[in-house]
């Protein structure tokens, strides 16, 4: 029975597969909760792959962080810093202390007339807020707000600076 290990291509999240009848290939569905994206397993080529997600995969936006897309999906988008605690469904890759494990939520919704509406609010208590505060084109963020964000603007978390893009 063969296994692999990949990366969803949507949460970033790392899978075990398993191919107990030896198929060439698998379409497996990603078991993050808030993820849930459809995904094509190659087992013909070594041991780690980078999925390749369908069509229509559910990616309304993402989050640019280093010239790398962080896929944003409808519902909630948890973003903090990488590491083996964290359990955010967006991790970046950084060595920013200042950036929490869990510092950041967007939530994704679809609209009636199907417009797509992102609002980001931070995870973190006052505090950590006051000591740090999370920065939307560098004007910070408080405590109460949930801020609806718009193509292009740049969110600093810590000292990592990230960039939303609509879709």
């Known amino acids: 029975m063969e296994k692999k290990t990949i990366r969803c291509p949507r949460c970033r999240g790392i899978l075990e597969v398993t191919n107990p009848k030896e198929l060439p290939e698998l379409l497996i569905t990603c078991p993050n909760p808030n993820c849930g ?24 936006g993402h989050l640019l962080f280093n010239g790398e897309p962080y896929a944003l999906v409808e519902g909630i988008n ?4 990488k590491s083996k605690n964290s359990t955010a469904s967006i991790q970046l890759p950084t060595n920013d202390t200042s950036m929490s494990r869990m510092h950041a939520q967007i939530q994704v919704y679809r609209l009636k007339d199907n417009r797509i509406k992102a609002v980001l609010s931070d995870l973190r208590d006052t505090e950590k807020m006051q000591q740090c505060p999370t920065l939307i084109d560098d004007e910070p963020l408080q405590p109460e707000d ?14 990592t600076r990230i960039k939303y893009m609509k879709s």
């Open 146 to 159: 949930a801020f609806v964000l718009t193509h292009g603007d740049v969110i600093t978390l810590g000292k």
């Open 78 to 81: 948890t973003v903090g810093r």
């Open 37 to 60: 994206a459809r995904m094509r397993v190659t087992f013909a080529t070594g041991d780690t792959i980078l999925a390749n997600p369908l069509p229509n995969d559910g990616q309304i």
